[in-house]
């Protein structure tokens, strides 16, 4: 029976990791479901990417408040993980503070993950004004109505109780070794828990003895909840953000994708002694279609970003078509990238391995041509987002589809292109009358 | 405009077995366009002040595709690109200068691919590198003090992270450059990109073009300086729309250069 708390922590703990990995199993899975695409290029330089934007949140300080206060959270969130490595070698080995023998070192230790905690709960609560109360316009857009913004403000909640448990924790532990009671073993400084331990004064120490595992109970419980949280939320982007810097593109932004598929067709068109009738090579042969209008178009990059994106609006709210009130958000493309994808991951789940049909597809369920056209490609909302996601190329790819499968493009548009194939310029005017700019000056 | 422009061509100077120095890429709007043909002669006057040894290919250049392939019409671009590339790989052409971001963009970053490498300029930076090189001599004291304000266009900030060439020259011109609300990495896309400059926009509460002329308004600068034929456009069309067009004037970086030194 004195076993009963240690066998029962490590099947929780097992349990909760095991769920968690069949969950990144699903996610890789699903992202799997992507074209191939080759980014094994230039290797130091994604490194650096992953170092300078994930790691070092270089992009997240452009907004120097919300900047600030992300880098608090994270820092919060990846040094305390350090107090969570404790607490899982207590609990499976049945002891208290294992690492108290290190002694100045470890007081150091409370001391800062304490003064951490405070400041994310101090950054969560801006946080939750911003998105509750300050209500600021990109948290507000019509992609975040429902579900997204209840699940923005459910991270925000469960880490403030993971905080207030953790400082709980440490409030009755200090009270108990004030009170020399055994197995609470003097250890650790206790800088913003000690005026919570003010407020247990007076509790007898069974009181405080049940305070203190429970709240200890509570976070570790809480912390494994977080975890397998994640899949079912945007807060993916904490494991994400890292392989997404490190796989997106190193072109200059302006350079799109040539498709190869379109070089082999035209280099036959145009090669005089191509011979039309050979049979393609292997492997060869024309795509199934041209452009995207399933996530199963896309590469497996785009829907990484999918998953990676943490619907922070940073896109939407420097989108030219965006602040002037048309239908397009960049924010909105990838989250109809990534729903379109789980549904399309569960439909396999339910046809034990196989997509059946469903009848729909990204485009126009999801997406509307409206959106695609509205764009004017000017970058801005790759260059806004803080972990690297490409929005931009997935709309291009899904003009590609609309124009070159459906021949769906605006009227205009055709007439610019007539144009173009016609006279080599987008107007109707000559090409014999190129250099006529020469002669009437 | 004293001296009339002798406008060599590629085919010329092939006939003569020459090679030129560079080539200048004019673009369709720098052909067509009634407004950027100013840009161009501007440009050629500053090429042709600075003894720059430069040939056009008049009626063989074609539109390089940027706006077919960014409707979505990658067939129809790469199209364009290959007859482009082989017109400019017969005549062994190496360095390219064009006053177009977009012809630039597309040239230097989507020929390669495609078999066309070269060496791209937009003409900011190929006018900051005569000045640099002593070949163009600035006096500037046309537009000393006066307030001017810069507009960068996608395809060269964002796209090709070109933000100081252009500011150098307009800092050249002893102007005071004011920057908008957006500039730079930040900076607000005129409407123009994406092929929107051959479409109606979107539905919606105003014109992309209003937006950024009203944030270029908000600097009290007499001049706006572009540095693309489209910007050109969307922000001439706003200027107007504002009924500002008698206080403010929308020019490209080399009309400003060719102005100061009388060209």
New interface residues.
Partial sequence: MQYLPNLLFALILLSGIWFFVRNVGKLRRNIGLGKDRDVSDNRPRRWKNMARIALGQSKMVVRPVAGAMHIIVYLGFIIINVEVLEIIIDGLLGTHRVFAPLGPLYDFLIAAFEILAFLVIVAVVVFWLRRNALRLARFVKPEMKGWPSRDGNMILYIELVLMFLFLSMNAADFRLQQLEVAHYTKAGTFPVSQFLAGLMEGLPVASLILVERTAWWLHILGILFFLNYLYYSKHLHILLAFPNTFFASLNPPGQFRNLEAVTREVRLMTDPSADPYAAPEEGTGPPEKFGASDVTDLSWVQLLAAYTCTECGRCTSECPANQTGKKLSPRKIMMDTRDRLEEVGKNIDANKGTFVEDGKQLLNDYISPEELWACTSCNACVQACPVSIDPLSIIMDMRQYLVMEQSAAPAELNAMMGNIENNGAPWPFNQMDRLNWAKDS | MAE??K?P?MAEYAAEGKQPEVLFW?G?A????DRA?KI??AFVRILTRAGVDFA?L??E???T?D??????????F???A??NI?VLNGYGITRIVTACPHCF?TL???YP??GGTYQVMHHTKFINELLKEGRLRLEGGKFKGKRITYHDP??LG????IYEAPRELIEKLDAELREMKNCK?????C??????????????????N???TEQALETEAGIIAAACPFCNTMLTDGVKGKEKEGQVAVMDIAELIAQAEDL
């Fill in positions: 009339a422009l406008i061509t004019v369709c720098g052909s067509f366009d043909k161009t002669k056009v008049g009626t250049e074609s539109c595709g706006p077919a392939k960014r409707a979505g019409n990658e067939f129809l790469q199209m364009q290959v007859t082989e963009n230097k970053n989507e691919g495609l996608c395809y964002r796209a090709n992270n990495q930040r900076g607000l896309c409407g123009a990109g994406g092929a929107q400059m051959f479409k109606e926009p979107e539905k919606g509460e105003k014109d992309v209003m937006a950024r």
